[in-house]
């Protein structure tokens, strides 16, 4: 639809540009006392929401046996090829079942979409709150079955970032007040 | 000049020295800080208590970095530049009185470093020398960009320098003088003596005009980084860098000065007679001093973080076609202002 656009004669008061200046400042001077938004990244950490889907974590069962039984779902999903998957029988019930030898997820190649975790028919595999995993080389961005199952650990119980957890994985400092 | 008066000059051209460089510190924390609270961000706050060493911090960083100087650039122009923009920041406050003359040690010692009769030209004169730094860094560099940084700067001087200093002239119409300690005489029978009173159209123009004069926004055409990369410092590095960094809180610091002994009673506290308290007049006036220059220069950043950059025409013509003509209207109204007052 069209818009009619009125045209606008100027006033005085606009023409001096004086007034205007003003609540230019004054708009700033507000922000002046505002509450940063900032988040003192290594200090404070962002909670993500439910939801986030960050890095992957192989379930457990309770017992501690994994869950995933190598169907190899989850890599036919994946879009960008990332999760590599070496099947065999396995060692408990006498090798009756499959079970991952080797699970390896190219995090470099991950576009973190979700797919593995939908394909899944044994919710196995899953997409946690996890966002800050970075490493110096490539071959460490390559994270496999065990690398995975610890990532189960940590995130099984609460949110990763909240401060229970914190103090566990990494040393942080006490915040710094601005 | 016996010992004891040689000793004074010595110690005030110090204290002036080191509170212009205190300031200009204290300027380049506030800026940061000042301009992340406005938008809502946090600004250095690691180095030190709350980051207040971040320019402590920022000065080592520049002392370290390599200090280059373009193949094909003029070096001894290119190393000149900056000093010829930071020597004239500093030595502009020479003239400005910053608090009552105090008596000590059996006589009686103003405090300003030199009172000079032409006061107000010395520092007029001076700020236009800065603008010989910029326009020479710019052509020195061999870039074009700093040129037209430089040339930009030039033009710009040209257009607000009238009407700053037509600006001026109503007021030494008013104090009758050139010195700026008369010009605060003036000022000083009571609250509604302060030229801002007297003069608001003389301090709106002076006030646009220090803008443009020290580079700063919503005049700092002469390095517009989105357009001109640096402008006329694209070129510079380390020290020099810092240098031209030092020069413009300088002469922001100065102006806001010079503004607040033309418009705001100097070190006048309002109210009160300073002479009648002894020292403690004296130090009272130079508080005064300092909070009315931290309020200009606050609201130097204020202005900056809040307006865009004039384009090139516009600033133009706000300097010729509006500033210029209401400038002499203003000197016209003095005038016979002063003329009716004087027949009766």
Request: hydrophobic fraction near 50%.
């Amino acid at each position: 639809m069209a818009t009619i656009i009125k045209s606008y004669e100027p006033t005085f008061w606009d023409k001096l540009y004086l007034p205007a200046l003003m609540r230019g400042l004054i708009v700033t001077f507000r922000h002046f006392f505002r509450r940063n938004v900032t988040i003192q990244y290594p200090d404070q950490k962002h909670i993500p929401p439910e939801g986030y889907r960050g890095l992957h974590r192989l379930n457990k069962f309770p017992e501690g046996r994994i869950k995933c039984v190598a169907c190899e779902m989850c890599s036919a999903a994946c879009p960008a090829d990332c999760i590599h998957i070496i099947p065999g029988p396995s060692p408990w019930d006498g090798g009756k079942e499959r079970y991952p030898v080797r699970f390896d997820i190219d995090l470099l190649r991950c576009i973190f979409c979700g797919f593995c975790e939908m394909a899944c028919p044994e919710e196995a595999i899953e997409l946690t709150e996890i966002y800050d995993f970075s490493d110096y080389t490539r071959d460490d961005l390559v994270i496999d079955k065990e690398g995975l199952l610890e990532v189960y650990d940590l995130t099984k119980d609460q949110n990763y970032y909240t401060k229970n957890n914190l103090s566990k994985a990494s040393s942080v400092d006490t915040p710094i007040d601005t | 000049m016996d010992l004891l008066g040689f000793t004074i000059i010595v110690v005030k051209v110090l204290v002036v020295f080191a509170a212009t460089m205190l300031g200009v510190l204290v300027m380049i924390y506030a800026e940061r800080r000042v301009s992340a609270f406005m938008q809502d961000r946090v600004g250095p706050n690691r180095v030190g208590p709350k980051g207040v060493l971040q320019p402590i911090a920022d000065g080592i960083k520049f002392l370290m970095k390599e200090d280059l100087v373009p193949e094909r650039a003029d070096k001894p122009i290119f190393i000149l530049a900056p000093a010829i923009l930071l020597i004239p920041a500093l030595m502009t406050f020479a003239v400005i009185p910053f608090g009552s003359p105090i008596n000590l040690f059996g006589r009686e010692i103003a405090l300003q470093v030199a009172d000079v009769n032409v006061g107000i030209l010395y520092v007029l004169a001076l700020t236009s020398i800065s603008v010989y730094g910029i326009v020479l860094a710019g052509w020195s560099s061999n870039n074009k960009y700093s040129l037209l940084g430089g040339l930009r700067s030039s033009a710009q001087l040209i257009s607000y320098e009238l009407a700053m200093g037509l600006a001026v002239v109503s007021i030494i119409l008013l104090a009758g003088s050139l010195r700026l300690n008369d010009i605060i005489t003036d000022q000083q029978s009571s609250f509604l003596s302060w030229n801002i009173f007297r003069q608001p159209l003389a301090f709106l123009i002076f006030l646009i005009a220090v803008y443009a004069e020290t580079n700063r926004l919503p005049f700092d055409l002469s390095e517009a980084e989105q357009e001109l990369v640096g402008g006329y410092h694209t070129e510079y590095s380390s020290m020099k860098f810092a240098m031209f960094f030092m020069a413009e809180y300088a002469n922001m610091i100065t102006a806001a000065a010079l503004t607040v002994t033309l418009f705001f009673g100097g070190w006048d506290v309002p109210l009160l007679d300073e002479g009648s308290l002894g020292l403690f007049g004296a130090l009272l006036s130079v508080l005064s001093f300092i909070l009315k220059v931290a309020f200009f220069l606050f609201l130097f950043i204020w202005v900056r973080w809040t307006f865009p950059r004039f384009r090139y025409d516009q600033l133009m013509r706000l300097g010729w076609k509006v500033m210029l003509p209401l400038a002499l209207f203003n000197i016209f109204l003095t005038g016979g202002y002063l003329t009716i007052k004087a027949l009766g």
